[in-house]
């Protein structure tokens, strides 16, 4: 008999096709945590996007699930330690996400130093009167090319973030859980402690996943280690204190902010939307490209049909889970 597999978004149609190989599928689109609790029973496997939050109460229900597989390199929307504790196998992409990701990141960089986004609106308003008011008014643009980049996690996305920032010429300095040695040798990457890559760096990019330990680790206290300086996040909303950050830019202490994350989304005002020149600002898509959405749906059907047919995928979040409910317990294929 074939696992029973639950899709809960609209996935590409070429990773369903693989996944129908192996398994009987079932769509329940962007159901309510009730809707989930009440039909997650039947499933031994769950494919979730960041759009479908997987609480602790949805996981009680779960009798007979083994595997939530998340389409996407972020996890936050799903209550990893309540699956660890009933041994069901979480899991994440990379790949060409990350690739998306780093692209966006250095393209958010660049709106951000060149005043891109702002200069369109200015266009598009019929406001350019004359090339000496557009001389007087931007002559203090900055390139990002000279500057030295701080990196916040190197992970896959970091990686591609400092391989393209180094193609600008840029400088790039890095903190990270651990060191990664083998970006040091291949961008000339330097590793600093937290608060000392703050202090170095022209510009910060954050590429750090949403864990207890990273909520808020740009606070008003490290923004003040940021006067004058430009920061970008790629990586979640909880990474930064928005009011210290609205606080930074209003006292003129942070030169700009880019973001493609909120604490809390999705947003229809904010204070920060009045900053036009000092902010750049983006609805969470930059993972959103028909390159990365297919690839991704592909990993996330391996991921799931790894952990059914008892193996531990390199992707596995949990790993500690193999010590609660090895794989041979949930092998099904």
Same mark, same amino acid.
């Given at each position: 008999m074939k696992p029973e597999v639950l899709v809960i978004f609209k996935m590409k149609s070429k990773p369903v096709e693989e996944l129908k190989k192996y398994a009987d599928v079932d769509f329940l689109l962007y159901p309510s945590v009730e809707e989930l609790a009440e039909k997650i029973k039947d499933y031994d496997g769950l494919i979730v996007s960041p759009l479908n939050p997987v609480p602790r109460e949805v996981i009680k229900k779960a009798g007979r699930l083994k595997v939530i597989s998340c389409h996407s390199a972020g996890y936050d929307h799903v209550d990893v330690d309540a699956a660890t504790e009933k041994g069901i196998y979480v899991t994440k992409v990379s790949g060409w996400l990350s690739e998306a990701v780093a692209e966006f990141a250095v393209g958010l960089t660049?709106?951000?130093l060149r005043k891109i986004p702002?200069?369109?609106?200015?266009? &598009? =308003?019929? $406001?350019? +009167?004359?090339? *000496?008011?557009?001389?007087s008014?931007?002559?203090?643009?900055?390139? #990002?090319?000279?500057k030295k980049v701080g990196i916040l996690g190197m992970g896959a996305i970091g990686k591609g973030i400092a391989r393209r920032m180094k193609a600008m010429g840029t400088e790039i300095i890095y903190?990270? &859980? =651990?060191? $990664?040695? +083998?970006?040091? *040798?291949?961008?000339?990457?330097k590793y600093f402690p937290?608060?000392? #890559?703050?202090?170095?760096?022209d510009i910060v990019i954050l590429a750090l996943p949403a864990t207890p330990e990273t909520y808020h680790i740009i606070n008003e206290e490290r923004l003040k280690l940021?006067?004058?300086?430009?920061?970008?996040?790629?990586?979640?909303?909880?990474?930064?204190?928005?009011?210290?950050?609205?606080?930074?830019?209003?006292?003129?202490?942070?030169?700009g902010y880019a973001t493609d994350v909120f604490e809390k989304e999705p947003v229809t005002e904010h204070q920060l939307f009045k900053y036009e020149w000092e902010t750049v600002l983006t609805p969470h898509h930059a993972g959103l490209s028909k390159e990365a959405m297919e690839d991704m749906g592909f990993q996330a059907v391996r991921n799931l049909l790894a952990v059914l047919r008892g193996e531990v995928p390199d992707t596995l979040v949990n790993r500690e889970v193999v010590k609660i409910r090895p794989p041979e317990k949930v092998k099904m294929l």
């Open positions: 660049i709106a951000l702002y200069t369109d609106r200015l266009i &598009r =308003s019929g $406001k350019w +009167e004359s090339h *000496a008011m557009i001389w008014a931007f002559k203090d643009i900055e390139t #990002v090319y000279g903190w990270s &859980r =651990s060191r $990664k040695e +083998e970006v040091e *040798a291949e961008v000339g990457a937290l608060d000392e #890559v703050l202090k170095e760096s940021l006067k004058g300086k430009y920061l970008v996040n790629i990586g979640r909303g909880t990474l930064v204190d928005e009011k210290a950050v609205v606080k930074a830019i209003e006292e003129g202490k942070l030169k």
